[in-house]
Each structure stands twice: as structure tokens, then as C-alpha cells.
């Protein structure tokens, strides 16, 4: 009799972690750029590495308020629709303002923002049909290069002792490649999915 009444809970910790997650995003964006007005300055680098930080923080929150969640049983309509959308807010807003600030390609952002909304779609798709497709594990791979791949652009540091923006790159590249193939099964096994169900 509790388990409902619990599932469409709104106050609990892990839903308040989503919602700070949130609540860091436009400080994170903010900070970045305000640091490309300080270019070349000590202080655009003692932002940049604010901005990591909080990056890495609002990151951290993502793995914690599932795991709190999981292992309190605090699972709810609410966070299960809100953690997902706090996530694509996070990378979203951070690949925008990196391509705004030129340590990213317009095309690679492109991909990956259509990537995001492309599987949105599937998922809902999914919903509807009352299917569960498995999440690979290509789409986890692609989520922490990503993130590792956001944090180094985010330094904005390139030197031939540290040449943190072109990793950064390299990462982005890699988890675009991952993204579209991932996307690639999915699709096929929802596909999969669908067809047996027509066919029975």
C-alpha cells in the first residue's frame, strides 16, 4: 500500500539532487561565458576551472541521486521523468556554449543535440507501445567520454605540456561516432521488438 503512495512522492533527496543539477546549469554556462571575456587572463582560466568543477559536481549528482534512489527504494514518477531531461539540459547547454566559444564544431554539436532528440523519440515510441528496449552499453561508453570529453574542453587549456582542448576533441569525436552507432542498435532492436509483436 506504501509503494504507490511513495512513487509519486515529489520531495525526496534524490529528486532534490536532480533539481540542484538543474539549478547549476546556467552558473556553469554563465561562468564559461564570462570567462571568454577575460581571454588569456589569469582570471578566464581561475573561471574555466570553476566551471569544471561545477561540471564535474552537477555530473557526480546524476550517478548519486540514482543510486540514493535505487538503494532507498525512493523511485518515483516524477524523478524518473526528470532525471533523464536534467541530464540532456547538462550536455546540451555545455556542447552549445562550447561550440559558442569555438573549441567545438557546429557540425558535432548538431549531431549529437539531433542524436538526443532522436532517441528521446524512440523512447517515447517505445512508451507508447509498452515496450522495454534495453539500454546498451555502447550509450553508457558514449555518456562518460562525453562528459570526460566536456570537462577538458571546458579548460580551455591547450599547451604542448598539457594539451587538454585537443583530448577534449578527440574525446567529443569518439563519443559522436559511439552516440550515432549506439542509436544504430537501438533502433534495431526496438524494430526487432515491434515486428514480433505484429507478428503475434
Not at 31 to 39: C, F, V
Not at 70 to 75: E, H, P, T
Not at 108 to 116: S, W
Request: charged letters at 15%; glycine letters at 4%; aromatic letters at 12%.
Amino acid at each position: 500500500m506504501n509503494q504507490p503512495k511513495r512513487y509519486l512522492e515529489f520531495d525526496n533527496l534524490p529528486n532534490r539532487l536532480t533539481l540542484f543539477r538543474i539549478l547549476l546549469i546556467p552558473f556553469i554556462i554563465g561562468i564559461l561565458y564570462t570567462s571568454e571575456n577575460y581571454s588569456g587572463t589569469k582570471l578566464s582560466l581561475s573561471l574555466s576551472w570553476i566551471a569544471v568543477l561545477l561540471f564535474i559536481f552537477a555530473s557526480f549528482t546524476d550517478f548519486l541521486d540514482g543510486h540514493i534512489a535505487r538503494k532507498r527504494n525512493l523511485v518515483t514518477i516524477f524523478g524518473s521523468f526528470l532525471d533523464p531531461i536534467a541530464d540532456k539540459f547538462l550536455v546540451i547547454s555545455t556542447l552549445i556554449i562550447l561550440q559558442y566559444l569555438e573549441r567545438l564544431s557546429v557540425i558535432i554539436v548538431i549531431i549529437l543535440v539531433l542524436r538526443e532528440v532522436y532517441m528521446l523519440s524512440l523512447r517515447l515510441l517505445a512508451l507508447h507501445e509498452k515496450l522495454i528496449i534495453p539500454v546498451n552499453k555502447l550509450g553508457k561508453w558514449k555518456t562518460a567520454i562525453q562528459m570526460v570529453g566536456i570537462g577538458f574542453l571546458m579548460t580551455g587549456v591547450q599547451t604542448t605540456i598539457f594539451p587538454f582542448l585537443n583530448i577534449g576533441k578527440a574525446c567529443i569525436y569518439i563519443a559522436c561516432f559511439v552516440a550515432v552507432y549506439s542509436a544504430y542498435i537501438y533502433t534495431q532492436n526496438l524494430i526487432k521488438e515491434l515486428y514480433k509483436r505484429k507478428g503475434n
